[in-house]
Antibody, heavy 120, light 111 residues
């Protein structure tokens, strides 16, 4: 079955960096774009970034543009989010999500999320 | 950016009774390919979101038929025909026509 497992979250000081990972299984990872979506404590969902199946195209929300980068290693079935210059407002649960059913354009599978807390 | 506005933000419902959530977008969600990429997700307490409905009215695999979606253009509705205890949670609409944005969420609770 489809599984997405995030890791790498933790407590980090403002201005520091953190790298999140998302390990995928149960589907052909190398043929799908993958996304990061975050949720601040007690708040709603915010799309963060996306990467195409081959890593050739990358997209970012304005709130993280220039600070976050997204990458993938298809040989390891893993997605990454490199977060630099972290701010308190980046505190959130970070989910990886995919649109497995191609014509739905909806996030049909989600990981359990990893919590990032930016605090001094 | 397209702004998604949900109403109500909270909805107390009696078990077995219907519930309805509205979602309005700041501009039309009709894509240049003719499709409307509006979906609905459910987030139960402590869980990641779960897809219920895609492209306005298509139920995702395994979603009970008491959930239905409707609408067009900028106005959309999620309906639950008879609310069950397991339906408690927060419901989000999401558009994928132009980038991706979510509504603020509607909390469904039992009276």
């Amino acid at each position: 079955q489809v599984q997405l497992v995030e890791s790498g979250g933790g407590v980090v000081q403002p201005g520091r960096s953190l790298r999140l990972s998302c390990a995928a299984s149960g589907f052909t990872f190398s043929t799908y774009g993958v996304h990061w979506v975050r949720q601040a404590p007690g708040k709603g969902l915010e799309w963060v970034a996306a990467i195409s199946y081959d890593g050739g195209d990358k997209f970012f929300a304005d709130s993280v543009k220039g600070r976050f980068t997204i990458s993938r290693d298809n040989s390891k079935n893993t997605l990454y989010l490199q977060m630099n210059s972290l701010r308190a407002e980046d505190t959130a649960v970070y989910y990886c999500a995919i649109m497995l059913h191609g014509d739905s354009w909806a996030f049909d599978y989600w990981g359990q999320g990893t919590l990032v807390a930016v605090s001094s | 950016d397209i702004v998604m506005t949900q109403t109500p933000l909270s909805s107390p419902v009696t078990l077995g009774q219907p519930a309805s959530i509205s979602c309005r977008s700041s501009q039309s969600l009709v894509h240049s390919d003719g499709n409307t990429y509006l979906s609905w997700l459910q987030q139960r307490p402590g869980q990641p979101p779960r897809l219920l409905i895609y492209k306005i009215s298509n139920r995702f695999s395994g979603v009970p038929d008491r959930f239905s979606g409707s609408g067009a253009g900028t106005d959309f509705t999620l309906k639950i025909s008879r609310v069950e205890a397991e339906d408690v949670g927060v419901y989000y609409c999401m558009q994928a026509t132009q980038s991706y944005t979510f509504g603020q969420g509607t909390k469904l609770e039992i009276k």
